[in-house]
């Protein structure tokens, strides 16, 4: 069981502050690879909350592998977020305020596989056709890091 999810017990749904990082692949083309969500059907970026003692870069490459099964040679931090911008409640009533590293992995090895009960499937989309379902949190986020108008 994760950190945050011990955490839960204690606070039940009350807001978070949640660090964490989001981690964008990008095959040949520069299209995106996004995870569609179990828990809210729609399309997101991969990534997730830091484990005690682990580092931003750590999670990202962690949370790679957790949810597709790939690993990097490297990451860029490409930029942070906080605030209240950054409020985000699940599906299911728990609340966060995310402080969110976002990184591009590259040197990607492995094939995009779902490793975890997170997603229900990975596909690559072209950031410059609209994304039915997008999650509106991925939305937000990759708008504000420039990578969709």
Not at 53 to 62: H, N, T
Not at 70 to 83: E, P
Not at 106 to 129: F, K, N
Request: with cysteine; glycine share 10%; aromatic share 10%.
């Amino acid at each position: 069981m994760g950190y945050i999810m011990e955490l839960r017990k204690l606070v039940g749904s009350r807001p978070l502050i949640m660090a964490g990082s989001c981690v964008l692949v990008f095959n040949e083309q520069r299209h995106l690879l996004l995870q569609r969500r179990t828990d809210s059907l729609d399309w997101g970026t991969l990534g997730g909350s830091l484990e005690p003692g682990e580092s931003l870069e750590e999670a990202a490459a962690r949370e790679l592998y957790e949810e597709a099964g790939l690993r990097a040679g490297a990451y860029k931090l490409i930029t942070v977020f906080s605030g209240q911008d950054m409020y985000y409640k699940y599906p299911h009533g728990d609340e966060v305020y995310n402080v969110m590293a976002v990184y591009e992995a590259t040197e990607i090895q492995g094939e995009p596989t779902v490793m975890d009960d997170e997603g229900l499937e990975l596909r690559y989309l072209d950031l410059s056709i609209p994304i039915p379902e997008i999650n509106p949190f991925t939305e937000y986020v990759l708008k504000k890091a420039g990578y969709i108008n």
